[in-house]
């Protein structure tokens, strides 16, 4: 029952006891008064006072990792009873000074720090909004709401996936031959490499040098022979142009953000991101990494590519598209990496849901795109 519901069973008790001058209504309806009053100035003393923010975190999370909810709840004049709600929590908290489960805040203590760990699946800018305390009597028949402060905004990173290396053709229900150890960085750029020829791969080998095609063709490492000082470069484009859904434009981002790490380690990449305007550069180090993780999870659909055909002249090209296919004149040892690869074809490597397809010299893909499963 709650507080109007109090007051109007205490008014009908008197008014029936004073109309049918029945005196034993007016013991229930003072009572019930009495108590729908004090319910009230419970209340209302507990939000006196009382208060909640939430407390700085970290200002980037990776999808899918626990980001840190750090609470703030000060206590007002009563022992406050109710809950904290935040829309960050799939449930409000209980806040009592006595309940175990929830968040104590008893009569000794002026405030009390609740931490939980929350996920965002998705990348991008989020913002937090400020939680609320909703407080009220012990028989909780009235109840007021403290808004809280400390709203702020968290960047959430696209996640980093494994590269699988994978000889089955697109569209098979397997996922490849599995993860290699620093397979990723063994996609490492072919163009602008004198190649002597092929040989099976031996151990210790730089993983730079595994030739993808030919892993993809008959199941086994085999290793590019690589003339003397022969040194490679990588660019990784990501393609968001195209009106692609946007489960898809969330996996090419994942695809373009593992590739570049993978690329990196193993000799330093370059990315360029459609509406960008500007290429930039990741070292072994990974210097360069974080301020490329931070554009890719605000990547929107759209933009311009101007200019990156170009840039993939003489480096092996990882074109990382959203929907449709790979250019014209990208070079020998460049790959269409893409969540809705070719019927038919088969993939060089899998990451983040999408394939790597070899693509000829000179020549986009020959097939038409099928929709992604």
Do not use: K, N, Q
């Not at 000082?229 to 990588?234: E, H, I, P, Y």
């Amino acid at each position: 029952m709650g507080l109007r519901a109090t007051i109007a069973l205490a008014a009908a008790l008197l008014v029936t006891g004073g109309a049918f001058d029945l005196a034993s209504l007016y013991v229930p309806g003072v009572a019930l008064a009495v108590l729908a009053g004090g319910a009230a100035t419970w209340a209302w003393l507990a939000t006196r006072g009382a208060g909640v923010e939430r407390l700085p975190g970290p200002g980037t999370v990776v999808e899918g990792e626990p980001y840190p909810l750090r609470i703030r709840i000060h206590r007002g004049w009563m022992p406050p009873r109710g809950s904290l709600v935040d829309p960050l929590l799939d449930r409000p908290l209980p806040v009592s000074p006595l309940r175990r489960d929830g968040v104590r805040v008893g009569m000794s203590r002026s405030r009390a720090t609740v931490v939980e760990e929350v996920r965002f699946e998705r990348r991008g800018r989020h913002r937090l909004e400020p939680p609320a305390l909703v407080l009220g009597d012990p028989l909780g028949l009235s109840s007021g709401r403290v808004e809280g402060a400390g709203g702020g905004e968290v960047l959430v990173l696209p996640r980093i996936e494994p590269v699988l290396a994978g000889s089955h053709r697109s569209g098979d229900d397997g996922a490849g031959e599995g993860p290699w150890e620093g397979a990723g960085a063994g996609l490492a750029a072919t163009a602008g490499v004198e190649i002597d020829g092929l040989r099976p791969y031996r151990r210790g080998s730089p993983a730079s040098r595994i030739h993808w095609p030919a892993v993809a063709r008959h199941g086994e490492l085999i290793e590019r022979r690589l003339a003397s000082g022969a040194v490679g470069s990588a660019l990784v484009v990501l393609d968001a142009r195209t009106g692609a859904p946007e489960e898809a434009l969330d996996r090419a981002v994942r695809a373009a953000a593992s590739l570049c790490v993978h690329l990196a380690r193993s000799g330093g990449c370059t990315l360029v991101v459609s509406g960008s305007g500007r290429a930039l550069r990741i070292d072994p180090e990974l210097r360069g990494w974080e301020h490329a993780h931070a554009m890719l999870a605000l990547v929107e659909p759209g933009g311009s590519l101007r200019g990156a055909a170009r840039a993939a002249e003489g480096s092996a090209t990882f074109w990382v598209a959203a929907g449709g296919g790979a250019p014209r004149g990208l070079p020998a040892g460049s790959y269409l990496v893409t969540a809705s690869p070719p019927a038919g074809d088969r993939a060089a490597f899998t990451v983040a849901g999408c394939h790597g397809l070899p693509v000829r010299a000179g020549r986009p893909s020959a097939r038409r795109t099928r929709a992604a499963a």
